[in-house]
């Protein structure tokens, strides 16, 4: 396999509200890590997270690892994408890119 899914992110504007959601459905475990953000995990899992987003509203996001974001995004770019987020460290957590598809879908790229 190429670049593995390594991080999902579902959003909308009542961030509570989808958490309860999704643990009433799922029984997903969360927890609170900054304002209007909860991490989804637990072992042997893909790890996620939901977000309040009051301007954009509803979305997700697939993150792909990648050795290089500037690597990537740059062959993102020449295959007809568009970079939204550039190269962002979030220290100790995460390094982490945003781009948009020729179709419009918004993903993401983990550094790892």
Do not use: C
């Not at 029984?27 to 995990?41: C, E, F, K, L, V």
């Not at 792909?64 to 220290?91: C, F």
Request: charge should be negative; hydrophobic fraction near 45%.
């Amino acid at each position: 396999m190429g670049a593995p899914v390594v991080y999902f992110e579902i959003s909308g504007r009542n961030g509570a509200n989808l958490q309860e959601f999704y643990n009433a459905v799922f029984g997903w475990s969360m927890t609170a890590t900054m304002p209007g953000y909860a991490r989804i995990g637990d072992a042997g899992a893909i790890t996620g997270g939901i977000r309040e987003e009051k301007e954009a509203g509803a979305e997700r996001v697939l993150y792909v690892q990648v050795p290089d974001l500037v690597a990537a995004l740059a062959t993102i770019e020449s295959a007809g994408g568009k970079t939204l987020i550039p190269p962002t460290n979030v220290p100790g957590v995460v390094h982490f890119a945003l781009f948009e598809d020729p179709q419009g879908n918004r993903m993401g790229l983990i550094q790892g």
